[in-house]
């Protein structure tokens, strides 16, 4: 029976192993790649109005209280 388990856990371990590996791998060359992406082509900074207007267009500004008033009322229907 010791025969049969040994060969079992250092395959186990070695697969185990590898898969860490590899996702090390993977996370270290994303989050390079991600430093490369940004240090050549970062992202614009936005640029305010004159006139101080920080709106975006097509933002609508009663959006935040029709969002809120949508959520109450859901809330309101679906008590527990």
């Known amino acids: 029976m010791d ?6 856990i ?3 371990v070695a697969g185990m192993g590898f898969v860490f590996v590899f996702l090390t791998l993977l996370v270290g060359v994303t989050t390079l790649m991600s430093r490369i992406i940004n240090r050549y082509f970062p992202d614009p900074a936005p640029r305010l109005a004159a006139g101080g207007n920080t709106q975006l267009p097509g933002e609508d500004p009663n959006l935040p209280v029709v969002i809120a008033a949508a959520v109450r009322k859901y809330r309101s229907r679906h008590k527990k």
């Open 10 to 12: 250092v395959l186990m």
């Open 3 to 8: 025969t049969i388990f040994e060969p079992a």
